[in-house]
């Protein structure tokens, strides 16, 4: 069974993993190496969580060749797509398997952020979850930080443990330089142009949390990653105290990304 | 295009039903009637009067009587060129019928060459009243049952637990933005997940509806199908609870899985410190503030169940963003302000807002910083102090005096326009100092 299509069921697609990652639906998995499904050890504990295991993993690797019945070859199927999954979790965390999920990224496979803010901004997709049937995939924003459901109906019902819940932060652990610069700007809630009390308190609070959170970071001399930091970060502050008005008009309904007037503190 | 009244459904009807037009509610044609809803549109839309004219299904022969006196003068000047078209069958109207029918058939050969330009000056017109009909009280309350009735589809973030959002432009001007989506949840705007609706204008929405929608409406529930009040506090003493015992690997590894419920340890005893909620903060129930942001609903970064630290390369730096104090009472700028006010009148130093201020802070913050967390929560409560070292060094009671000192000059400015927060109109200007 480990040698590479060697007698394949040629009633069936001849390489399962090709039929599996180009179905429709599917964009998000990248293709697990041979090798890496070959080596038992990146298998391990598996046969608990998948029915038919054995046939299973016959199937994902295309020597699967026994004739059953059209009921149990289904069982097989979902159970293939299941441990594929499963083993995905565990290749996408490997040096090639991020390197695969690195060029999917770059290229949008996964989509882009729904925050107008986060300008399109890439996705990966993530797992709330390391456990099986807990949770659907997830799409994770770098920019904003946040997770968001997939638009399309197809990729909510692929399973989060299929990708888990580390895979997108090692992405960024091993390609630090893909990191997107964070941005400060927001949207703000207006009326006529006037920012509404409540929702506005509660943003000055949130900025409050973010000056702490950059004094902390410089005082370890850490980078804060936000974007054009040098010329609004001592801005930010003074512009909520003082004539906001006269600088920013009606229509402007993000804050920040101001102008750095002569302004010394 | 649906243009003309020999459509059986009117145009409005028409234009509404369109695909991509799901988020337009139908504008009463009361409210198009009334000119002085429409005050300052002519000089917006090329064409205007028989843009209006298309709206309204009027054929300018029958075209009502009131319509054509009253922008005749004001057409003329504006666009010459419609004379002949428009001026023919109205008079031809009030004279004789084949002279009408003459004149139809002038406005017909117009009409065909014009039709498109027509229609797209009707599709901004209408929009740009649409714009102001959904904040009037009918157009509102119509919007309301689109709202109810999740037209506007839902937000794409997974903490706001499929809030409603509604539609809204970025921009009052058109052509500058598309419509997005606000959700009231997290207070953010997202895009359309369709790209349907990459075609519509957001100033057809407007920039200021989202948020006078939920303020016409504050006993709508925005929070989305949140889970159930108990759990969602297990959830919230969860965080917290393994916020504090950060080194327990176990309590971190079952905080990502909300399902469980957690043993009530530490975050119990957080929980119970939280004074009392008020019952409006800021003109808002504290329920409806954001109800998806906070505790519990922030997305916090791991790798194989541990925490990615905020000193990391590639940590977490926007956790701010979807923050929102467990205590509301912190966003109660006014009381705050007014007790740093009599802490500095009575020079007693440590008074109970700074104390409160910076004890809930420092609850908040508790996971992310070690040792040196009370330093860095001093520095952060006497506002962006420069990092000098000196700060390090200084005891408790100084700095709590610089802290009630710091406060009322940045307080100052929201001081005045929370007069006018009794009203219930909870419209303030932001930073009026």
Known sequence: ?265 | MSSSSQAPESWISAFCSLVGHEYFAEVSEDFIEDDFNLTGLQSQVPMYKEALEMILDVEPEDASDEDEEEEEDEDEDEDDMQQDGTDGPGRGYRRATDAAAAAAERRHLRMASDLSVIESSAEMLYGLIHQRFITSRPGIQQMAEKYELGHFGHCPRVYCHSAKVLPVGCSDIPGQETVKLFCPSCLDVYSPPNSRFQTVDGAFFGSTFGCLFFMTFPELDIGGQMPEPSTAAQNSTNAAATKDSRSSLSSSLTSGQTQIPPPPIAGTVANAQLPTQPESINGVTPKNLAPGLGQGSIYEPRIYGFRVAEIAKTGPRMKWLRSRPADVNELDECRIWEQNQEATRGSAGITDGAADLGDSEMADENAEVDEGEVEDEEMHVNGAAPPSGGTQDENAAPVKEVTSRRRPSRRRGHDVLHNGENGGTALSVGGAG
Not at chain 1, 168 to 188: A, D, S
Not at chain 1, 214 to 243: C, N, P, W, Y
């Open chain 1, 1 to 265: 069974m480990d040698d590479f299509a060697s007698d394949t069921d040629s009633d069936y697609t001849s390489y399962w993993r090709d039929w599996f990652i180009s179905s429709r639906g599917n964009e998000y998995f990248c293709e697990i190496d041979e090798d890496y499904l070959t080596d038992r050890f990146n298998l391990t504990g598996l046969n608990t969580e998948v029915q038919y295991y054995q046939y299973a993993l016959d199937l994902v690797t295309d020597v699967f060749d026994m004739e059953v019945d059209d009921d149990m070859r289904e069982q097989i199927e979902k159970s293939a797509r299941h441990l594929y999954g499963l083993v995905h979790a565990r290749y996408v965390v490997t040096t090639r398997g991020l390197a695969k999920m690195m060029e999917k990224y770059k290229q949008g496979v996964f989509g882009k952020c729904p925050r107008v803010i986060c300008e399109s901004q890439h996705l990966l997709p993530m797992g709330q979850h390391d456990v099986a049937n807990m949770s659907n995939v997830k799409l994770y924003c770098a920019k904003c930080e946040d997770i968001y459901n997939p638009k399309s109906s197809r990729h909510n019902t692929i399973d989060g443990a299929y990708f888990g819940s580390s895979f997108h932060n090692i992405l960024f652990q091993v390609y630090p330089t893909l990191m997107p610069p964070k941005t400060q700007r927001r949207y703000e809630p207006r009326i006529y142009g006037f920012r509404v009390h409540a929702s506005a308190a509660l943003m000055r609070w949130q900025e409050e949390r973010r000056e702490a959170m950059k004094d902390r970071l410089r005082q370890r001399g850490i980078e804060t990653g936000f974007e054009d930091e040098d010329e609004v970060e001592e801005e930010v502050e003074s512009e909520e105290e003082e004539g906001e008005e006269a600088e920013d008009g009606i229509d402007d309904m993000f804050e920040g990304q101001m102008p750095a007037a002569a302004h010394v503190q």
